[in-house]
């Protein structure tokens, strides 16, 4: 087997920005290629996570292999959570030999007219902690998951958000998605003697 891989986009109807009237520019356009990723599968079907590593959900991180429902567009600092539930699945790169540690870096969408946001995460559809956020800066925090709820290699991770708002709703803006958390990253790795529960890291 090569290890030679070749992607080809087949652009339908390129048009020039002369011929649209935008521009002299004559060159036949489809779209402008940021950047293209490539990542392990397992065999059923979901992206490989390794132990220890980091899941970037800044733009060009890469948040988007493990993403779910309930997420809006890689920004420069973070992604959104959009609506009342995010998810992330992904596969585990190996049985872990202990509980895990979730580092969750994030800032949370709050104003004056929403002081406080609460959301509830999950793993595997069981339910891990609870959690406020009271303040607009950047918090971490770290959550145990205990190794009993990792019953296969496969993961769901899921973000239960109360009361998302826009801020076109309390007059920030004239943003319509209904937002939560803006996470910046997040690292599983096995907890080294670390106790259930979760640990405020602000």
Same mark, same amino acid.
């Given at each position: 087997?090569?290890?030679?891989?070749?992607?080809?986009?087949?652009?339908?109807?390129?048009?020039?920005? %002369?011929?649209? @009237?935008?521009?002299?520019?004559?060159?036949?356009?489809?779209?402008?290629?940021?950047?293209? @990723?490539?990542?392990?599968?397992?065999?059923? +079907?979901?992206?490989?996570?390794?132990?220890?590593?980091?899941?970037?959900? $800044?733009?060009?991180?890469?948040?988007?292999?493990?993403? +779910?429902?309930?997420? @809006?567009?890689?920004?420069?600092?973070?992604?959104?959570?959009?609506?009342?539930?995010?998810?992330?699945?992904?596969?585990? &790169?190996?049985?872990?030999?202990?509980?895990?540690?979730? &580092?969750?870096?994030?800032?949370?969408?709050?104003?004056?007219?929403?002081?406080?946001?609460?959301?509830?995460? %999950?793993?595997?559809?069981?339910? %891990?902690?609870?959690? $406020?956020?009271?303040?607009?800066?950047?918090?971490?925090?770290?959550?145990?998951?205990?190794?009993?709820?990792?019953?296969?290699?496969?993961?769901?991770?899921?973000?239960?958000?109360? &009361?998302?708002?826009?801020?076109?709703?309390?007059?920030? %803006? *004239?943003?319509?998605? *209904?937002?939560?958390?803006?996470?910046?990253?997040?690292?599983?790795?096995?907890?080294?003697?670390? +106790?259930?529960?979760?640990?405020?890291?602000?």
């Amino acid at each position: 087997n090569s290890s030679e891989v070749r992607l080809t986009f087949s652009n339908q109807d390129p048009r020039s920005p %002369l011929e649209l @009237g935008v521009s002299a520019d004559e060159r036949r356009l489809g779209f402008a290629l940021h950047t293209v @990723g490539l990542i392990p599968l397992a065999s059923e +079907g979901l992206p490989v996570y390794r132990l220890g590593s980091s899941i970037d959900f $800044r733009s060009g991180g890469n948040a988007w292999f493990y993403l +779910g429902g309930g997420w @809006g567009s890689l920004e420069p600092d973070a992604t959104w959570t959009i609506g009342s539930r995010s998810t992330l699945e992904f596969q585990l &790169d190996r049985a872990p030999a202990t509980d895990l540690l979730m &580092d969750v870096e994030t800032h949370a969408f709050i104003s004056a007219h929403r002081p406080a946001f609460d959301v509830s995460a %999950l793993v595997n559809d069981r339910h %891990l902690a609870e959690w $406020r956020i009271t303040r607009p800066d950047t918090v971490r925090r770290q959550f145990v998951i205990p190794q009993r709820m990792l019953t296969s290699s496969a993961v769901r991770i899921t973000f239960i958000n109360h &009361d998302p708002r826009s801020p076109a709703e309390v007059g920030d %803006l *004239k943003d319509n998605r *209904k937002l939560g958390l803006a996470i910046h990253t997040i690292r599983l790795e096995e907890a080294s003697g670390r +106790g259930p529960g979760s640990y405020d890291r602000e």
